[in-house]
Nanobody, 125 residues
């Protein structure tokens, strides 16, 4: 079992920055593929960014390329999402996700077994 806890959300002006953190329980973090998803009111949960357990490469949705950076620190059992140049359309609840299988489609919601409770990000214009 894996427990995930997001933090770092808040209210910012358009053009500002936030860094989200996802802390994982246990000692198995290095074996987990990790991802960030977000969900705005009335919309489906969508992929934002992902990083496999190797940490050798990262993946980002087209809507956040050039603005968001995903990273992980296995020694701290933590994944991060650095969000710059925030836009009002980035407003959503941001969720951390994890899965321990050898391979998966990192951008698919139904590929992940473990989910955090989410952290609210609100970007004002």
């Amino acid at each position: 079992q894996v427990q995930l806890v997001e933090s770092g959300g808040g209210l910012v002006q358009a053009g500002g920055s936030l860094r989200l953190s996802c802390a994982a329980s246990g000692r198995t973090f290095s074996s987990l593929h990790m991802g960030w998803f977000r969900q705005a009111p009335g919309k489906e949960r969508e992929f934002v960014a992902g990083v496999p357990r190797s940490g050798a490469r990262t993946y980002r949705a087209d809507s956040v390329k050039g603005r968001f950076t995903i990273s992980r620190d296995n020694a701290k059992n933590t994944m991060y999402l650095q969000m710059n140049s925030l836009k009002p359309e980035d407003t959503a609840v941001y969720y951390c996700a994890a899965d321990g299988r050898d391979s998966l489609l990192i951008y698919r919601r139904d590929e992940y077994e473990y989910w955090g409770q989410g952290t609210q990000v609100t970007v004002s214009s």
